[in-house]
């Protein structure tokens, strides 16, 4: 239901942008989001955005992530701009949020390793 794309490594201070490309019955209807983790440590909702365009950061990414959504492609992008090392995890594409607190979601994609150095 949802495919991720755009991990990797990159040097912290550099740039890598995320892609996760769903249905159009998904991208039109849900809220959707991206959430991190990684081994041994809880699960980290990074950022989301609901489908009237409002977003939410987490604190540990504000000012240097952007999420957004491409209509005609169905697609939703995290461009992760000026990364750190803390920020290497695997990043997971979810949509249609149940709650939040705990973080609950109808769909999620496979993951994409996200490597900083």
């Known amino acids: 239901q949802l495919v991720e794309s755009g991990g990797g490594s990159v040097r912290a201070g550099g740039s890598l942008r995320l892609s996760c490309t769903t249905s159009?019955?998904?991208?039109?209807?849900?809220?959707m989001g991206w959430y991190r983790q990684v081994p041994g440590r809880e699960r980290e909702l990074v950022s989301s955005?609901?489908?009237?365009?409002?977003?939410r950061y987490a604190d540990s990414v504000k000012g240097r992530f952007t999420i957004s959504q491409d209509n005609a492609k169905n697609t939703l992008y995290l461009q992760m701009d000026s990364p750190k090392r803390e920020d290497t995890a695997v990043y997971y594409c979810?949509?249609?949020?149940?709650?939040?607190?705990?973080?609950?979601?109808?769909?999620r994609g496979q993951g994409t390793q996200v490597t900083v150095s």
């Open positions: 955005i609901t489908n009237s365009g409002t977003t």
């Open positions: 979810v949509a249609c949020f149940v709650s939040f607190i705990p973080l609950v979601f109808r769909y």
């Open positions: 159009r019955y998904i991208f039109s209807s849900c809220g």
